[in-house]
C-alpha cells in the first residue's frame, strides 16, 4: 500500500514556474514507476509524464515536452514535477500516482495503482 500526497501548487503568471512535490508513504516506494497527471474543468484527466523507479528515465507528453522536468529522490519517497514556462491552458490539477507494474511508468489512467488527492494551479495570463 502507498499514500500519495501533493503539494506545491498554488496560482502563478504565465511564463512562470512551479514545482510541485509527491510524498509517498511506504517502505517501497523505490520500487515503484511514478507518473504524473493533470485534469483540467471539464476534461478528462490526461497524462503529463513519467519517472521510471531507478530515475533514469522519465518521458512526457508533447505539450510538456521542454517545460516540465520529473525527477525523484527515493531517500526521501519525493517525486517532483518542476513547471517553467507556464501557460494559462496548464491550468488543472495535477496528480501523481504509482505504477507498479512497470519499470517506466505507463501512459494510461487504469494502470497506475495509486493516487494522490491532487494539487490545484492555476496559471494566469
Known amino acids: 500500500q502507498v499514500q500519495l500526497v501533493e503539494s506545491g501548487g498554488g496560482l502563478v503568471q504565465a511564463g512562470g514556474s512551479l514545482r510541485l512535490s509527491c510524498a509517498a508513504s511506504g517502505r517501497t516506494f523505490s520500487s515503484y514507476a511514478m507518473g504524473w497527471f493533470r485534469q483540467a474543468p471539464g476534461k478528462e484527466r490526461e497524462f503529463v509524464g513519467a519517472?521510471?523507479?531507478?530515475?533514469?528515465?522519465?518521458h512526457y507528453a508533447d505539450f510538456v515536452k521542454g517545460r516540465f522536468t520529473i525527477s525523484r529522490d527515493n531517500a526521501k519517497n519525493t517525486v517532483y514535477l518542476q513547471m517553467n514556462s507556464l501557460k494559462p491552458e496548464d491550468t488543472a490539477v495535477y496528480y501523481c500516482?504509482?505504477?507498479?507494474?512497470?519499470?517506466?511508468?505507463?501512459?494510461?489512467?487504469?494502470?497506475?495503482?495509486?493516487w494522490g488527492q491532487g494539487t490545484q494551479v492555476t496559471v494566469s495570463s
Open positions: 500516482a504509482a505504477d507498479s507494474t512497470s519499470s517506466y511508468g505507463k501512459v494510461k489512467t487504469w494502470e497506475y495503482d495509486y
Open positions: 519517472i521510471s523507479w531507478s530515475g533514469a528515465t522519465t
